[in-house]
């Protein structure tokens, strides 16, 4: 006999099958037991009758808790009913481990900080479980879209000396001998040195954030893909987003529809994700939230609210490009038509989702950037291999870069980044 998974069973349709996982649940009625078994893979209704099994198999089964674990025999049988498609008539059970008490995730409502205390078991659930698996469906378009478009994956460091993105927002610590290291913001200033080498890069981890926001929007460990190219310009690099940004929800619609279905997500809503995205520049938008009633003025970032109101608008991303200079980072190249700006945009997500990605020409020239990092109140020394890419072979160049969770919260519909990342770190969280 056969041991397989649930997401093969239709290939088994009327053999005999071990599967191998947890009890979800269970109910009894009589000499009838249906577990609802999950693996990994998905889930299945397996039905046992007392008839069926030895005397010590049956009694197994009623020492059953929720999340015990255990291996079923069973004949497969096709259910129109089953979300499957299929379901199990049980013909043998062994119990791997039974928990010494009731599972602490129970059919009731849990709050919140109830849920994150016990995440290593939260995790587990049906909606977690979809959720983790759209995650790994848009990393794996990520890496599709680069390789198919000759960016080669290039890792940047996680402890580095400086700031990428601030100098108000670093973890630091002692590092040996050498003073202060920092945990890294965003790999772009490393990838800027890659491209120089490759051309054209795309790197994928961990990044750090330690910012006293406590949003919906906002961890201190998140997951970033920045990628860069040479001789790319600030429209190139708006293309790029436009393509990965399609390429990676038309992936989720295609391999996650019944991820989405246990997500209650509006698909048709994800459908309308097709290129041409709405573009405009800051001040368009500035226009634009005031005639929504805003008091934004003409300088001002945009702030989480701006974002919630401007892309309730539109049932397409919006490119927002061409911000102040003031608001932005040290590295973003003046738009040559109106030197007070930057080529840069951030990309909002629909729905009241807000920015998921932040882009922009970077500075080549080697005075200008030196003059940038100055009026920052950057110490140059740091920056000194940085500015070297400007005195060996600079060339235009533009990159950008995605934080993860808020992809996977827009493109799954939730409340909250906590739930988009296995182990959510907030400012007041960093357990388990
Ligand atoms: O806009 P940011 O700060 O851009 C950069 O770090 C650039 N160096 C990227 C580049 O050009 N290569 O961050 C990029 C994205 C944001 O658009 C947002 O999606 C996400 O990272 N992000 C966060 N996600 C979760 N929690 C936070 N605290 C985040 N801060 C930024
Ligand atoms: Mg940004």
């Not at 520049?281 to 003409?298: M, P, Q, V, Y």
């Not at 991303?317 to 003046?334: G, L, Q, S």
Request: charged fraction near 30%; charge should be negative; include cysteine.
């Amino acid at each position: 006999m056969e041991t397989t998974t649930v997401s093969q069973i239709s290939q088994h349709s009327g053999q005999e099958i071990t599967l191998q996982g947890w009890c979800y649940n269970f109910r009894s009625s009589g000499k009838i037991f249906f577990l609802q078994f999950r693996d990994g893979s998905g889930r299945v209704q397996v039905v046992f009758s007392k008839a069926d099994l030895s005397d010590e198999q049956w009694e197994a089964l009623q020492s059953l808790r929720i999340e015990s674990s255990v291996k079923v025999t069973g004949l497969v049988k096709a259910d129109t009913r089953a979300p499957s498609g299929f379901e199990l008539e049980g013909k043998g059970i062994e119990v791997v481990q039974v928990a010494p008490e009731d599972y602490p995730i129970g059919k009731k409502e849990h709050g919140p900080d109830f849920l994150l205390d016990n995440r290593h078991l939260w995790l587990r659930s049906e909606k977690q479980w979809a959720i983790l698996r759209v995650r790994d469906t848009i990393i794996r378009a990520t890496y599709d879209y680069f390789h198919e478009n000759s960016f080669i994956k290039f890792d940047s460091p996680i402890l580095t000396p400086s700031a990428c993105e601030g100098t108000t927002e670093l973890f630091a610590m002692d590092y040996f001998d050498l003073g202060q290291a920092y945990l890294t913001q965003s790999g772009q200033l490393y990838l800027e040195a890659g491209i120089m080498s490759l051309g054209k890069c795309f790197d994928f981890g961990p990044v750090f954030r330690a910012e006293k926001s406590k949003t919906r929007r906002h961890l201190t460990e998140f997951w970033m893909m920045d990628a860069e190219a040479a001789y790319a310009t600030h429209e190139d690099n708006l293309k790029t987003q436009e393509e990965l940004v399609v390429r990676i929800v038309s992936e989720v619609l295609k391999q996650n529809q019944s991820e989405l279905k246990i997500l209650e997500r509006d698909v048709s809503v994800l459908e309308k994700i097709q290129a041409p995205f709405v573009r405009m520049t800051h001040a368009e938008a500035i226009a634009k939230l005031r005639e929504l009633g805003s008091d934004i003025g003409d300088l001002d970032d945009l702030g989480g609210d701006d974002e919630t109101i401007l892309t309730k608008q539109y049932d397409r991303p919006i490119f927002i490009e061409k911000y102040p200079a003031a608001v932005k980072a040290f590295y973003m190249k003046r738009d040559p038509a109106d030197p007070t700006r930057v080529l840069n945009n951030d990309l909002l997500a629909p729905e009241g989702y807000g920015e998921i990605i932040g882009g922009s020409q970077r500075e080549d020239d080697y005075d200008e950037l030196l003059k940038r990092i100055n009026e920052h109140h950057l110490d140059p020394k740091d920056f000194d291999w940085y500015l070297d890419l400007r005195r060996y072979g600079s060339v235009p160049h533009s990159g950008f870069g995605y934080g993860l969770e808020r992809l996977v919260a827009w493109i799954c519909g939730l409340e909250h980044v906590r739930e988009t990342i296995p182990f959510p770190r907030l400012i007041n969280r960093k357990s388990p």
